[in-house]
């Protein structure tokens, strides 16, 4: 089980280029973006969304929005919230901050997105028309913060978040790039700049993984509100019957029920 995660960090980023990429700045408190859950085991590989703002108990916090988490005690703890949330060993983690998506995207090429529709916004700085697009790392980070376009603000993002990590690692471990070792470089890194890894993972996991992402079974936790009022701020309510299911399954490495995942499709 691989916990990929992309925080708002803006270290390795310059004012302007902070400006540039429409992200403001460093509010002090390290956020998650987004939180995906991807599963190798005997069957068809399972990567799963966790929205940001899950309803989720934090060890020694009390219930409070998953993402908060992070802010409060870095990965680990993270990491922790989940386990204890899904019921599932965490084995390998990925964590990618703003600074780090661009670098990555930009050192090996860029990444291609094909959208169905126009998408444009003025608070993430996207603006791609119908069709497909080889995103630099600049389009990308616009392209994975981008809500607002879409009636279900984050909801659709995570998808959209789901399908650009799957060609992200695609193209980062396809032979023209996965066999050039300062293009592979940036994965290897564990500067705050960069992707960063835990320690027991190497390119060779990476790769694993970004196998098993040709053709996952994807989708979100099931979700019972995903405006539900809580003293955090509007937040999500998980299905806890459904996500109990979905996470059994996975922790038994059996057959996802029908009907608890609803696949992936970008903005």
Known sequence: ???ITGSDSRAG???TE???LHVGSDAGTLNSDSIMLLHLG???PVLISIPRDSYVEIPGHGRNKLNAALAFGGANLLIQTVENATGLKIDHYMGIGFGGLVAVVNKI???QICLKTAIHDSYSGVNLSAGCHNLNGDQALAFVRDRHSF???DLQRIQD???FLSALLKKATSPGVYLNPFTALPFGSTAASSMSV???TSLLDLEHAASALTDPETGTVPIANSNYYTNAGDSVLWNTTEANKLFNALKNDSAIPKGLLGGTTTG
């Open 198 to 200: 835990d320690t027991g």
């Open 109 to 111: 090429g860029g990444v």
């Open 42 to 44: 005997s069957g068809r």
């Open 1 to 3: 089980n691989w916990l």
């Open 18 to 20: 902070r400006d540039a």
């Open 13 to 15: 980023l310059s004012r």
């Open 151 to 153: 009636a279900t603000e």
């Open 161 to 163: 978040q789901r399908a």
